[in-house]
């Protein structure tokens, strides 16, 4: 499949019109107009060492949560890293698209696929571009809620500031969401559950009454890449395989 056409049927199911204004998600690299998608990589993002999985094993096209080109490049000879590896993937004819927030927002998407990671059936969409997610959970103690959750996500990049001794309410949210957090609370939400959020942010949001607890930013996004590698396999009919970066304790 041609991987323009590729990206022309993933647009169509995870659409452009549900990407945050100052996103840059979509089809990043194209060595060619004619450039083929026949072995498929699917990543969080496009790190280092998953272009040397790409390289090394044949794949023609990365497709990420994370989009290559965040920012506007000013230069393409390789100064900066994102430049260099754009360059890169030119060089061994290997295309990249980033679907982000549209694939939070977007219906059995990230934060969606996060809720049910955690348990929780979503009642409501809200924040910005609705990637957001408001969970009614029943009274638990905080304690015991963050022990589950980092029990479930592992302790690498666990962080937790306690408000209240019980929750009722939780706003559930994939990768950074800062300023959702006063949106969640004045919904009723008391707990906010997320990848991660700015230290100061946090101790504020616990002072002004919101528990916080932080999976980790790669930790909160990657469940997710099943369901991405799934409408990626079922849109191009091509072999398609999930590469999953090591998180590490410390």
Same mark, same amino acid.
């Given at each position: 499949?041609?991987?323009?056409?590729?990206?022309?049927?993933?647009?169509?199911?995870?659409?452009?019109?549900?990407?945050?204004?100052?996103?840059?998600?979509?089809?990043?690299?194209?060595?060619?107009?004619?450039?083929?998608?026949?072995?498929?990589?699917?990543?969080?993002?496009?790190?280092?060492?998953?272009?040397?999985?790409?390289?090394?094993?044949?794949?023609?096209?990365?497709?990420?949560?994370?989009?290559?080109?965040?920012?506007?490049?000013?230069?393409?000879?390789?100064?900066?890293?994102?430049?260099?590896?754009?360059?890169?993937?030119?060089?061994?004819?290997?295309?990249?698209?980033?679907?982000?927030?549209?694939?939070?927002?977007?219906?059995?998407?990230?934060?969606?696929?996060?809720?049910?990671?955690?348990?929780?059936?979503?009642?409501?969409?809200?924040?910005?571009?609705?990637?957001?997610?408001?969970?009614?959970?029943?009274?638990?103690?905080?304690?015991?809620?963050?022990?589950?959750?980092?029990?479930?996500?592992?302790?690498?990049?666990?962080?937790?500031?306690?408000?209240?001794?019980?929750?009722?309410?939780?706003?559930?949210? +994939?990768?950074?969401?800062?300023?959702?957090?006063?949106?969640?609370?004045?919904?009723?939400?008391?707990?906010?559950?997320?990848?991660?959020?700015?230290?100061?942010?946090?101790?504020?949001?616990?002072?002004? +009454?919101?528990?916080?607890?932080?999976?980790?930013?790669?930790?909160?996004?990657?469940?997710?890449?099943?369901?991405?590698?799934?409408?990626?396999?079922?849109?191009?009919?091509?072999?398609?395989?999930?590469? +999953?970066?090591?998180?590490?304790?410390?």
């Amino acid at each position: 499949m041609k991987t323009c056409e590729l990206y022309k049927k993933l647009d169509e199911i995870i659409p452009s019109s549900l990407s945050c204004e100052w996103d840059n998600d979509g089809l990043s690299v194209l060595p060619s107009p004619e450039h083929e998608s026949k072995r498929i990589l699917i990543a969080l993002d496009v790190r280092n060492e998953v272009i040397d999985y790409a390289e090394k094993n044949g794949f023609d096209t990365i497709v990420t949560h994370h989009p290559l080109i965040f920012s506007p490049l000013k230069e393409l000879c390789g100064e900066t890293v994102v430049s260099k590896k754009a360059l890169r993937l030119i060089r061994s004819n290997i295309a990249a698209m980033g679907f982000h927030t549209r694939f939070d927002a977007l219906d059995g998407g990230v934060s969606d696929i996060l809720c049910k990671t955690l348990g929780f059936t979503p009642a409501m969409k809200f924040g910005e571009g609705l990637c957001a997610r408001l969970c009614g959970i029943g009274e638990h103690s905080f304690d015991e809620l963050a022990a589950h959750v980092k029990e479930i996500f592992g302790p690498a990049h666990f962080f937790a500031e306690k408000a209240t001794e019980k929750v009722h309410c939780a706003a559930v949210c +994939g990768g950074a969401p800062d300023d959702e957090i006063t949106e969640a609370k004045a919904l009723g939400a008391d707990v906010f559950i997320c990848g991660e959020v700015k230290y100061h942010n946090a101790i504020d949001a616990a002072d002004d +009454g919101m528990n916080v607890i932080c999976v980790g930013h790669y930790e909160s996004e990657s469940p997710a890449l099943q369901r991405l590698c799934e409408t990626v396999s079922a849109a191009s009919g091509e072999y398609v395989e999930i590469y +999953g970066v090591k998180q590490y304790a410390v």
